[in-house]
């Protein structure tokens, strides 16, 4: 209860400094915009908006605050709010996770670091849509986990409904649904050897891979056409990634990723696509810092490499483990997509921390691990 009562307190803090004092890092531009485009729909009036509504575009957070805003006032405080509870939520979320991957001991440690990272109290402050797409990524990844330690075939078809939302806030989660789909029927195909000659297979397993086998070919085919913010349509990712390294040569701006990082033919795509992720998730590196707001970058950029030194560290104490094997394969394959998707580093810091919490639960029950395992060292002597 302490961590969500301090993320609770401190995001409200946040917001209001936010709003009657100063704007807060992260704070401006985008964020002026969707809360100014809310206050513009609600001219059409209360119930009057279906217009506006595209769940393919980048503003389905505003739209539904537009249509508070239509039906009561310009408070734009409200919008700030929402996304104070939906922050406090995020930290529920992780911690839930933190429990089902390791025990309550970790679960208290991940509620800790999230309540207090200072970005996920920013993106919970301020007008963005990052907490709405954090929100629903992590119940579906709960879901998910939960599926995996009891095979209730509810939980993986409440994780996939809960991951279309999320792709309906930013398109990046039909990959994360794309990693999972692969995983599970990879599973269940393996499952169908195995039953083959011990004569037994888990229905959990087997049903689940059919389900989302049948599923995509059902997505694709009907729904091929149908638009996500940020991805465009499905049926044209292909074309999409035909063209990596013209939409690559497009970075522009003062934290646009440098000219080295542009491939010029197929090899140095495939080269450059570990440099890239090592951008996205680490970056900016020191030598590209030249304003406050890169520092702050650099900053977040560190935690993210302690906390995958930390899971490579000590990987023997998960990497058998189902449900964090899946987790790992969606986070490599969507930091992949966010490797060619983003060209700078503004960008890449605010689409990274859509997946810090899944990290922070993972790497949870790690921490303090070297002095337990010190101690225990001892106690054997």
């Not at 692969?182 to 297979?201: D, F, I, K, Q």
Request: charged share 15%; proline share 3%.
């Amino acid at each position: 209860m302490a961590p969500l009562l301090v993320a609770l307190g401190s995001r409200v803090l946040v917001a209001l400094y936010h709003r009657f004092i100063a704007t807060v890092p992260l704070g401006g531009a985008d964020a002026e915009t969707f809360e100014r485009r809310a206050w513009e729909w609600a001219q059409s009036g209360c119930g009057n908006l279906g217009e506006h509504l595209n769940l393919g575009g980048s503003y389905v957070h505003t739209w539904l605050i537009a249509n508070v805003y239509a039906c009561t006032d310009r408070l734009p405080l409200v919008f700030q709010l929402v996304n104070v509870g939906l922050g406090v939520a995020t930290v529920y979320l992780v911690a839930r996770i933190a429990e089902e991957l390791w025990d309550r001991e970790a679960a208290a440690r991940a509620a800790w670091i999230a309540a207090l990272y200072p970005l996920f109290i920013i993106y919970s402050a301020i007008p963005l849509r990052e907490v709405w797409f954090t929100a629903f990524f992590l119940l579906s990844v709960l879901w998910v986990v939960r599926w995996i330690r009891t095979w209730r075939l509810l939980y993986l078809m409440g994780s996939v409904g809960v991951m279309l939302l999320a792709a309906v806030v930013h398109g990046s989660a039909i990959f994360a649904l794309g990693a999972v789909g692969l995983v599970v029927m990879g599973w269940g195909g393996w499952e169908l050897v195995r039953g083959a000659c011990t004569g037994h297979v888990k229905a959990g397993i087997f049903v689940g891979a059919l389900m989302l086998g049948g599923s995509a070919v059902v997505g694709i085919i009907a729904f091929g056409d149908a638009r996500f913010s940020s991805i465009g349509k499905v049926g044209a990712l292909t074309e999409r990634a035909d063209a990596l390294d013209e939409r690559a040569e497009r970075a522009r701006g003062g934290s646009a990723f440098p000219g080295y990082l542009v491939p010029s033919n197929d090899l140095e795509i495939f080269v450059l696509t570990p440099v890239r992720m090592a951008n996205v998730l680490f970056g900016p590196p020191p030598w590209e810092v030249r304003i406050p707001r890169h520092a702050l970058g650099a900053l977040d950029g560190l935690f993210y490499l302690v906390v995958i030194i930390l899971l490579m560290r000590y990987r023997a104490l998960w990497w058998k483990k189902k449900e964090f094997r899946i987790l790992l394969v969606l986070f490599l394959f969507v930091s992949v997509i966010l490797a060619w998707g983003v060209n700078n580093y503004g960008t890449g810091m605010r689409h990274r921390a859509k997946f810090l919490g899944m990290l922070i639960a993972m790497a949870a029950g790690l921490l303090g691990q070297h002095r337990r395992l010190k101690r225990a060292g001892k106690m054997a002597r």
